[in-house]
């Protein structure tokens, strides 16, 4: 069997972020703040990465960018949106409290079940289906050490799939 590293990063900060607006999959560039986090993300510089992915939504590729600079062997970059952050649809851009003003209804729903059917929003079934061929590219591959700059929800959902939260009964 073939190990596999894979050193997963969330995105330096962005003008959303610091809002609490829903990115999303908007393309929301990062913050001075967030490049600064990317600069000091702490990872060890000598790691030899056989690559490194990023979405292609500029948060996620340009901390990908700046974390590589810092790295003694620069590995391969590409991007693959399988790791794309999930479309929020109708929420995209808002806050918490304009949701819960202008959709009162669905934001309760959603609240109580993430999984809750939003206008144009990915389903978290699509999301985990996304990650899965991930995975599989990464094995087919055989890649020893892997970069992978993503987003929250993208990390949320491996998380809560791996830690078998009750949100996800779906297969990987």
Not at 130 to 148: A, G, Y
Request: contains cysteine.
């Amino acid at each position: 069997m073939n190990l596999i590293k894979v050193y997963l990063v969330r995105h330096g900060q962005t003008k959303f972020n610091l809002l609490n607006r829903i990115q999303g999959s908007s393309d929301i560039k990062l913050t001075k703040e967030g490049i600064v986090q990317a600069i000091n993300c702490n990872l060890d510089k000598n790691i030899n990465f056989d690559i490194g992915y990023h979405s292609s939504l500029s948060r996620s590729k340009d901390t990908l960018d700046i974390i590589c600079k810092r790295l003694v062997i620069k590995p391969k970059i590409m991007c693959n949106d399988l790791i794309i952050e999930r479309s929020y649809g109708i929420f995209e851009g808002l806050t918490e409290n304009e949701i819960k003003s202008k959709y009162t209804d669905l934001y309760f729903k959603w609240i109580k079940d993430e999984n809750t059917e939003i206008k144009n929003a990915e389903t978290i079934d699509n999301v985990l289906n996304r990650i899965n061929k991930f995975l599989n590219l990464l094995v087919i591959n055989k890649f020893k050490n892997v970069l992978v700059v993503t987003h929250s929800g993208i990390l949320y959902t491996l998380f809560k799939y791996v830690t078998r939260s009750e949100e996800h009964t779906s297969e990987l």
